[in-house]
């Protein structure tokens, strides 16, 4: 059986320190702007906004990262998180170094409506954050750090992300959890239910629930144009829904790119919006190409996502293999910061 996790869904949910080298040392400034007003009125909190998966600003996928959140409530968190109206928004807990250096950074991720326990694009966001605070406040040349790695606490547990220095900018990959491979779905009900032809599936590839985090549906389609084409099928999530208890969303893919340099092209759609960029989708994918043969072990593949929302991202995956099992599920890209800012509660 998958892992507790496979029940939940995605929607129903700068310069390295000198010394320490920790979260707690690294905010500084950010730190200051969360205490009190000396009126007592606000409380002032320090966020940086940032595009994922892309080196170009205004691309990719936005990410509200609040550095110090330790003042904050549950409540106030979904709150801003609402407020901010993105994808998701997460929130730094910074705690003893020591604790630190041996549990990672604590970090909750929300979207408007619930908090999830992993999500991709949250978690390389946030990690850029926090390396970007950490050289500002460190004496050290950005090149020292440029291998750096920070570890984040996640509620579906420790993801490493890792950097290093690239022509485009700071390349960051995390590490996601082991994969876990679900239910294989009738490709004929799949279809029925998404109001798709039989024949626009890949007919030798396998439709099936895979979580590395989130659990996603991988669709493997046949043609791009197909892929464009792709709207109004929410009631597909319904009829699916009568099939099993919960019903992950749809990650769909194709290796019909256009393009030598694109593996696959791929979307998420789900009723409130669509995805730029899917991280945890792209994870998923990674693992499930590697155990069906779409992608040798430890290739990289690259995956363009987020053109039909004119918010094009660009995801790097690549997954190992040892026997049968699948493992060390890594999904990479770069990110830019849009903005930053302070809110008062």
């Not at 996790?5 to 080298?21: D, E, I, N, P, V």
């Not at 992993?118 to 460190?138: E, K």
Request: hydrophobic letters at 35%; a neutral charge.
């Amino acid at each position: 059986m998958p892992p507790h996790y496979m029940k939940h869904t995605r929607r129903s949910f700068l310069k390295t320190l000198a010394t320490s080298g920790t979260t707690s040392a690294m905010l500084g400034s950010a730190r200051a702007s969360t205490t009190a007003s000396p009126s007592g009125n606000f409380r002032h909190f320090h966020f940086v906004q940032i595009d994922v998966f892309t080196s170009q600003r205004l691309q990719g996928n936005p990410l509200s990262v609040f550095t110090d959140a330790r003042l904050l409530t549950d409540s106030e968190m979904q709150d801003l998180a609402r407020e901010t109206n993105l994808q998701e928004t997460t929130f730094v807990l910074p705690r003893d170094p020591t604790v630190e250096a041996h549990e990672g950074v604590k970090v909750r991720i929300f979207t408007p409506d619930k908090e999830l326990p992993f999500g991709g694009h949250p978690t390389l966001g946030t990690a850029n954050v926090l390396r970007n605070l950490r050289l500002a406040t460190s004496r050290a040349k950005a090149h020292d750090a440029s291998d750096s790695t920070i570890v984040l606490d996640l509620q579906v547990g420790k993801v490493p992300v890792s950097f290093h220095e690239e022509a485009d900018g700071t390349f960051g990959e995390m590490r996601q959890v082991a994969p876990s491979f679900g239910r294989v779905h009738d490709r004929s009900v799949v279809a029925e239910a998404l109001g798709l032809d039989g024949a626009e599936l890949e007919p030798d590839l396998p439709i099936q629930t895979v979580s590395t985090g989130l659990p996603f549906i991988v669709v493997p389609l046949k043609r791009l144009s197909t892929l464009h084409s792709l709207h109004d099928f929410w009631k597909g999530y319904d009829y699916l829904k009568r099939q099993q208890a919960e019903v992950p969303d749809f990650y769909f893919i194709t290796r019909d790119t256009g393009d030598p340099k694109v593996g696959l092209r791929a979307r998420c759609i789900y009723p409130v919006g669509e995805d730029p960029a899917t991280g945890s989708g792209a994870g998923c994918t990674s693992a499930w190409m590697v155990k069906y043969g779409v992608a040798r072990p430890d290739e990289t593949v690259r995956i363009l996502q987020g053109v039909e929302v004119k918010r094009p991202s660009e995801l790097f995956v690549r997954s190992s293999k040892n026997g049968t099992d699948i493992s060390n599920v890594r999904v990479g890209g770069h990110a830019v910061p849009i903005m930053e800012g302070e809110v008062s509660l």
